[in-house]
């Protein structure tokens, strides 16, 4: 456990803010580092790093589910949050909007993992929700007319009280804006503003699309008893969220007190706190740039029949692609044997694989 408290501590007070992020990815730093700097580190951020090692663990699995999350979304785009090390820091010291999206996944997924370790017991700083609509030994909803020995399926529908413990969404909302936040608190430069706002913008993501989820309980499915609760959306559903709030994001500018932010122009509304926002425009990611950190698309797999994003002309930025045909072995004409055998023959196919030049 030791070295990862270390790696994580290092990781959230590096003042190069690709360090703390490449935790979840290849780029680890080395674990034998000594968290020799927790010595500088005051408040909140210090006692956790000294002395919850099981929260360091969450927040570490909570890195790791957005940078994953990060790979797929941008799975198909010329820049594929790569993992490579000297890319990474390059473009995450900028401000750019995949930095904006990599902060933003990033706190979403802590917020994810520390509520979700809550739920399931993992621990002991908390529990699942007993707060919404009261605690959780509550009794359960009976229909009046299940009392009266009337069918109570149709009097359940829409009605119902609390009767299970929900995901604590708040403790996750907390530790995830102590971690993430507490660095840059006291700064008030562009930078750290929209860093700020980004990071709000993804445990946002989470908390603000909370859903209800019911279970029934009675005879045969009557419904007389319903057990409601609180339950965080599937991550795949908080990544797409913010992918769409990456591709709308606004550009600003530091405003004249020093202390927040404005739209770049007349014409650009003001971001909600659930939009992300950039200072600075992306590089184009076509061609290698040690100072952007681009690695290009040469190489890179694209669609010729797309005119999408993944499309030849767009992800090989117009310098055209080549063509190579491949044969794979596959299951084909199978049929079903009475009883309960699947038999199938083996087929090639052939598959065209174009890649950017």
Request: aromatic share 6%; net charge positive.
């Amino acid at each position: 456990m030791r070295p990862l408290l270390v790696a994580v501590c290092l990781l959230l007070v590096s003042p190069i803010t690709g360090h703390w992020w490449a935790a979840g990815s290849h780029v680890v730093l080395d674990p034998t580092m000594i968290c020799k700097k927790t010595r500088r580190l005051r408040g909140r951020l210090a006692e956790i790093c000294r002395k919850e090692p099981a929260l360091l663990k969450e927040i570490s699995k909570g890195v790791a589910l957005g940078t994953r999350e990060c790979q797929f979304q941008f799975r198909n785009r010329r820049w594929n949050c790569t993992a490579v090390r000297r890319s990474l820091r390059k473009v995450l010291m900028r401000d750019t909007r995949e930095t904006g999206f990599v902060n933003a996944i990033t706190a979403a997924g802590v917020t994810f993992a520390v509520t979700r370790a809550c739920s399931m017991g993992e621990l002991i700083e908390c529990s699942c929700d007993k707060a919404i609509k009261g605690e959780c030994e509550t009794p359960l909803f009976k229909s009046h007319s299940a009392a009266n020995g009337t069918s109570a399926t149709s009097a359940a529908e829409g009605e119902w009280q609390w009767g299970g413990c929900g995901d604590n969404v708040n403790f996750g909302y907390r530790r995830s804006k102590d971690f993430m936040d507490a660095p840059y608190r006291r700064r008030s430069d562009i930078k750290t503003l929209v860093k700020l706002h980004n990071n709000d913008a993804g445990r946002l993501a989470i908390k603000n699309f909370m859903r209800t989820e019911c279970k029934c309980h009675g005879l045969s499915g009557s419904c007389t008893l319903r057990t409601c609760w609180r339950k965080m959306p599937p991550f795949r559903d908080v990544g797409n969220r913010l992918k769409e709030r990456f591709d709308g994001a606004a550009k600003v500018i530091p405003s004249n007190d020093g202390r927040s932010f404005m739209p770049e122009g007349p014409t650009i509304k003001q971001p909600e706190r659930t939009d992300l926002v950039y200072s600075e425009d992306s590089p184009d990611f076509c061609l290698p740039n040690r100072r952007t950190g681009s690695l290009g698309t040469q190489g890179r797999e694209c669609n010729a029949t797309s005119p999408g994003v993944d499309g030849c002309e767009l992800l090989c930025c117009s310098r055209g692609y080549d063509t190579r045909v491949v044969r794979e072995k596959v299951n084909c004409k199978c049929r079903f044997r009475w009883c309960c055998e699947v038999t199938c023959k083996t087929c090639v196919e052939r598959r065209s694989i174009n890649t950017c030049r």
